[in-house]
């Protein structure tokens, strides 16, 4: 490498270090302060219907209540085992008797779901996008090299660069001897 | 510095190698293990009879609604319609089928007026509404009529899901409404491949 190209190189790298500990210093600090139960790693979700949950809807019996709404995060794979001999519904997912229904929640949103054994006959389904270390890093791929390229700029305009001195050759210091 | 960046390279690639690396997802609800679908025979829109269990070796779409609704049947058929196109030559391999909720107005003549509108080798399956009740039963489909006070008459309250029936004639798959297209295509892709690997 050109001797020349060194100290933008050095500045470079310098920039790229105190854009790496600020960018990820803010990351951290907005993580804690805002963080949430949803802020966790994809799971699989399972409900089980037990046998005899048509028998007890039809007959207008209590069942195990279900939350209004319930929260989860993307990736999460709900699944819904149907014990049941009659076809059930939660939400997305339609399980027919003795199977078991299965779904990925790839979109974070809102939902509103009918319920085959909920009592209000709804149910409401949270899917958050979830802060994960996964998350944190890509903050860091983003935000690190924008704010280096901010940096490393402000930096050669506030603090040029100086170009190194070139020495003088012994010819010229020879010649300038002569004239003098 | 460089030690960090490699560091961060070396674990997106190895997070992107797990994702690439493992068996596919279906998108929609997945039913597992796979259920044997209930057979029904209605008539379709030509008057020919439409059984369930003849049209094994094809993956089939049925969708539950009615020629007068005025949103969610129109935007899935129109959805069906965009699924067929994407699946290029690949769509001779899918029925996609409505049958109706509404059997009083959804007469054959009626469904052949209406279906061709979106694509003439959509399946749209009426009966009377003793033939329909099991069929709706079975796949667990509400409807209800509520007066609209509108010129069209009354409108029908339905449950508006797809359900993906694979080639050997079980239920696979179920799609909420506006399930992303896209996911329902390359379920439906991976549905005819599996057939393919048997």
């Known amino acids: 490498m050109k001797a020349e190209y060194r100290p933008y190189l050095k500045r470079l790298m310098l920039t790229l270090l105190i854009s790496l500990l600020l960018v990820g210093a803010v990351n951290e600090g907005f993580y804690r302060l805002q963080r949430e139960k949803t802020d966790r790693a994809p799971k699989t979700v399972q409900i089980v219907i037990p046998k005899g949950t048509a028998a007890k809807v039809a007959a207008g019996e209590s069942l195990p209540t279900l939350p209004e709404a319930m929260v989860f995060v993307v990736g999460d794979v709900l699944e819904v085992v149907n014990e049941d001999i009659a076809q059930h519904q939660l939400g997305p997912i339609w399980v027919p008797a003795g199977s078991t229904g299965r779904l990925v929640l790839e979109i974070a949103d809102k939902y509103s779901y009918s319920c085959s054994f909920s009592p209000s006959n709804y149910l409401g389904v949270d899917v958050r996008q979830a802060t994960t270390l996964a998350t944190r890093l890509t903050a860091l791929g983003v935000g690190v090299p924008a704010v280096a390229v901010f940096l490393f700029i402000y930096g050669l305009l506030a603090f040029p660069i100086k170009p190194p001195e070139k020495r003088a050759s012994p010819e010229r210091v020879v010649e300038e001897g002569r004239h003098g | ?198």
């Open chain 2, 1 to 198: 510095m460089i030690g960090v960046g490699g560091l961060l390279v070396v674990g997106l690639l190895l997070a992107g190698w797990q994702i690439l690396s493992g068996g596919y997802t279906f998108q929609g609800s997945l039913i597992d293990p796979p259920a044997p679908a209930a057979d029904f025979t209605l008539t379709d829109q030509n008057g020919q009879a439409f059984q369930l269990s003849s049209q094994q070796g094809k993956v089939v779409l049925i969708f539950f609604g009615y020629t007068n609704c005025p949103d969610v049947c129109p935007i899935t058929l129109t959805d069906f319609k965009r699924i067929k196109t994407e699946l290029g030559d690949l769509a001779a391999e899918v029925r996609f089928v409505l049958i109706t909720v509404d059997p009083e107005r959804d007469t054959v003549e009626r469904l052949g007026l209406y279906l061709p509108s979106y694509d003439p080798a959509f399946y749209g399956l009426t009966g009377t509404r003793e033939q329909l009740e099991p069929v709706w039963k079975s796949y667990g489909v509400y409807q209800a009529q509520q007066e609209s006070g509108s010129a069209v008459g009354y409108l029908v309250d339905h449950a508006a899901r797809i359900y993906a029936i694979d080639q050997q004639g079980n239920w696979r798959l179920t799609y909420p409404f506006e399930m992303d297209r896209e996911a329902v295509i390359e379920d439906v892709r991976q549905l005819l491949k599996e057939s393919s690997m048997r």
